[in-house]
């Protein structure tokens, strides 16, 4: 009979943050894909995660993928992550966007412009055209200096994930 051990006991089952987030990019490590490449695919999904015209992040972001040769769902997992702070992320780009060419911030209701959008497409192109606009410009101006952050927050600590995700390849 073995004496009982720490060992014994069930491993606690990973969380959802183990699962979907750490895990995937641990092996992505494993897989070839440097630090550096996943520092930037984070940081380029994250901020196309932000762009301000809703329903449009999804494409971006593949289309991103292809043509910087990203890895797919991890740029899409960072993408649909962004939606937990999507809203006030567009908020702040719009107040940015208002005050970056001196307008006063529109009132909005999100229940009115849905409304508009679905009755009177013209007409909500017209009321909120240059509002979409300025948001964008704002996206625009903020998005390089986010992605500089990220990217250089994030390539440390992946580069001290590395020899950990090929050490627990190497006992699998």
């Known amino acids: 009979m073995e004496p009982a051990s720490a060992s014994s006991t069930p491993a606690k089952p990973p969380g959802f943050w183990q699962r979907r987030v750490r895990d995937p990019i641990l092996r992505q490590l494993t897989q070839g894909v440097g630090p550096e490449r996943l520092a930037l695919t984070l940081a380029v999904g994250s901020a196309l995660a932000l762009f301000p015209i809703l329903g449009t992040t999804t494409l971006l972001c593949f289309i991103a993928g292809l043509v910087l040769r990203f890895n797919q769902p991890i740029i899409q997992v960072v993408n649909y992550l962004g939606t937990l702070v999507y809203a006030p992320a567009v908020?702040?780009?719009f107040q940015l966007g208002a005050a970056l060419f001196g307008r006063s911030p529109t009132e909005l209701?999100?229940?009115?412009?849905g409304q508009l959008f679905r009755s009177d497409l013209a007409e909500f192109a017209s009321r909120f055209g240059?509002?979409?606009?300025?948001?964008?410009?704002a996206w625009g101006l903020l998005a390089p200096a986010w992605i500089a952050i990220?990217?250089?927050?994030?390539r440390p600590m992946l580069r001290r994930a590395m020899p950990a995700s090929r050490q627990a390849r190497q006992i699998e």
């Open 109 to 113: 209701s999100f229940e009115q412009m």
């Open 150 to 154: 990220v990217y250089l927050g994030l």
């Open 91 to 93: 908020f702040l780009q």
């Open 130 to 137: 240059d509002a979409a606009l300025h948001t964008i410009i």
